[in-house]
């Protein structure tokens, strides 16, 4: 049961007995039949009773749950041909970070998105989707060629941050996020932002400035991730699931303050349960919205985007 | 570190008959070569140590007397106020937090906007207030900042923040991440417009403001020793599990690495920001009138 969650077990454990009682059932024994739907009917109720009411930690952990589909995995699954560009021109290249050109249905668009790693040799690669200035460079550098050449820009983010280090603080972390911020925000050509898994403040919101941002129904957009903002406020990382709670970091929390456009369902359990669903829906969204945004000329879409960010944020007045 | 809280930590070991010497307001002990300094003296020195050149921390309503013409600062979004979108509580709620800010600094938000002039030159001014939930960005200081660079764009008159921030707000939560994208996404509008912003880093500026509109100024000053960063280093201890080498993150570190143009000592501040005004000013545009008339003919 490596790489489940504890409270994802219950279920697993009444899966894979229902899994092993089919195979061992011929279709001829009618106790077994009858045994198999009640198991069935037990693990639809466990299934409403775990996802039906996850606390804003628990969906955290499906954000970042081991299994969960990464970038690759959803440009693969959409069918994307995509040609991955390396470098930012300026240091290095950014494993964290990725971006490239790509053919997705009748579209050629450029793609950037944080990719996590699935063992300890590929987090080596990737750290774990925590990009350095480099990536967020590299990130610019394929933004500003697709103003260039008209094409729309699709971003997937699935980061816990940007990398608190020496050389990325050495580099202007901080500048690079902070002129990709600058710079998306007059690009004339379409951006749609995917949150697929973990939106880690600023290192989320450094590929994250779009004229739509969809969310994945489990995944999360947090100011500081919940056990950075334990330490810091409740004085003990241990109380991440109250952080959690009192920072409402949930796709619907996010709706609710506008700050994105649209939740993406995914299957019960989370992405990792029916990744190729997930993907459909994912690309069914971003073609949508794309279509929708085609219509708009370069300098509506850049005043449309300025409005958003000018409409967000919660004060009183007078 | 204000007068009370400094006698509460004073270091024992200065005798009795000493601290008899050294009536409350009076003096203050350097926290940088521990020298004790005359209050009047420090003042003088506009809050800098003689002796080492350590840089006291210091108001938004200090900065302001510092830097811009006598009796020129106009406040300016004076009515915006935090509200608790996330009715957030930890250890204390945030409308108590907020309510104890405001009775701590006279002010209701963390950054005092407003236009100035320095030496003669016209701009528009962003103070952020460290005493004020450490300088934090939520929602007032972005809609404050965004707003104030709309009006340095209409009234075609440069932009001067000066940052000192531990970050983004946590107790707004995504709204105060946001902020960042607004401020920056203001600036681009400015830096497009081609009007000049001049941003001031001092001690400390970290986190989600150093991550947007602090670092976006057409030139970057910074005061000597200042911590400036994106992760604190606290974070990059526990994250790398190594010692951070001497002197990282500080001014003279960043300049080092070319992410700062200048380091300027408190006292040349105000001198330094006319140099770069002076530059970047538009001597057509000298004649022009005032940014506060129009602004208050427009209501803003
Ligand atoms: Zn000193």
């Known amino acids: 049961m490596a790489g489940w969650l504890e409270f994802e077990k219950p279920l697993l454990e009444l899966e894979s007995r229902i899994d ?13 039949a009858k045994e198999l739907s009640r198991l069935e009917v037990k693990a639809e109720d466990l299934r409403r009773q775990i996802y039906g009411k996850l606390t804003r930690w628990q969906v955290t952990q499906i954000a970042r749950h081991p299994r969960r589909p990464y970038t690759f995995d959803y440009l693969r699954m959409l069918g994307i041909d995509f040609v991955e ?77 940007a990398w608190p280090g020496i050389g990325a603080e050495e580099r202007g972390q901080a500048e690079a996020i902070a002129r990709n911020l600058h710079e998306m925000s007059r690009l004339p050509v379409p951006i749609v932002v995917v949150i697929i898994g973990e939106g880690g403040s600023g290192g989320a919101l450094g590929i994250g400035v779009g004229d739509r941002v969809l969310m994945l129904e489990y995944s999360v957009y947090s100011v500081i991730t919940p056990e950075g903002c334990a330490s810091i406020l409740f004085r003990d990382a241990a109380r991440a699931a109250e952080a959690a709670e009192a920072m409402k970091i949930t796709a619907r929390d996010l709706q609710e303050f506008a700050v994105i456009d649209e939740i993406i369902p995914e299957p019960g359990g989370g992405a990792h349960r029916d990744p190729e669903r997930t993907a459909r829906h994912l690309g069914e969204a971003i073609e949508r919205h794309l279509t929708e945004l085609e219509e708009l000329s370069p300098a509506e879409l850049v005043r449309g985007r300025l409005e958003r960010f000018m409409s967000m944020g919660e004060y009183k007045e007078g | 570190m204000d007068q009370v809280s400094w ?131 939520g929602s007032v200081m972005g809609e404050k900042i965004a707003r104030l660079t709309r009006m340095a764009i209409e009234e075609r008159i440069p932009l001067v923040t000066l940052s000192s921030s531990g970050g983004a707000r946590m107790q707004e939560g995504i709204l105060s991440l946001m902020q960042m994208a607004k401020t920056s996404a203001m600036l681009a509008k400015l830096h497009e417009e081609r009007l000049p912003h001049i941003a001031i880093q001092v001690h400390p500026t970290t986190g989600g403001v150093t991550a947007s509109f602090a670092s976006l100024g057409d030139v970057i000053v910074a005061e000597p020793g200042a911590l400036i960063g994106f992760a604190g280093p606290r974070v990059i201890q526990q994250t790398i599990k190594q010692d951070l080498p001497d002197g990282f993150q500080r001014s003279e570190f960043l300049l080092k690495h070319g992410m700062i143009d200048m380091i300027v000592h408190r006292k040349e501040l105000k001198s330094a920001l006319a140099k770069l005004l002076d530059f970047f000013s538009d001597d057509n545009r000298d004649s022009a009138e005032d940014a506060l008339g129009q602004a208050r003919r427009q209501g803003l």
Request: net charge positive.
């Open chain 1, 20 to 32: 092993e009682l089919r195979s061992f059932a011929d279709g001829q024994n009618i106790d077994v």
């Open chain 1, 85 to 161: 560009l390396h470098g930012d021109r300026r240091f290095g290249d950014d494993g964290a970070l990725i971006g490239g050109l790509g053919f997705f249905g009748g579209r050629k668009v450029v793609i950037i998105g944080h990719q996590k790693g699935r063992d300890t040799k590929e987090n080596i690669l990737r750290n774990f989707g925590s990009a350095h200035p480099e990536g967020y460079r590299k990130a610019l550098r394929l933004m500003r060629m697709a103003a260039k050449f008209g094409r729309p820009i699709i971003s997937f983010v699935d980061t816990p941050g």
């Open chain 2, 7 to 137: 006698l509460k930590r004073r270091k024992p070991g200065i005798k009795d008959a000493k601290r008899r010497e050294m009536p409350d307001g009076l003096w203050r002990k350097c926290e940088g070569c521990g020298e004790i300094i005359y209050h009047k003296e420090l003042e003088r020195n506009l809050w800098t140590c003689n002796k080492c050149g350590y840089h006291f921390r210091i108001s938004a309503d200090q900065y302001r007397d510092i830097l811009t013409d006598q009796g020129s600062f106009v406040e300016l979004l004076t009515a915006l106020e935090s509200k608790d979108p996330l009715g957030f509580v930890d250890s204390k709620s945030y409308a108590e937090r907020i309510s104890d800010a405001k009775k701590k600094t006279g002010r209701r938000s963390a950054v005092m906007t407003g236009s100035a002039r320095v030496d003669g030159h016209l701009a528009m001014f962003a103070i952020l207030d460290f005493r004020f939930l450490g300088g934090s960005m």
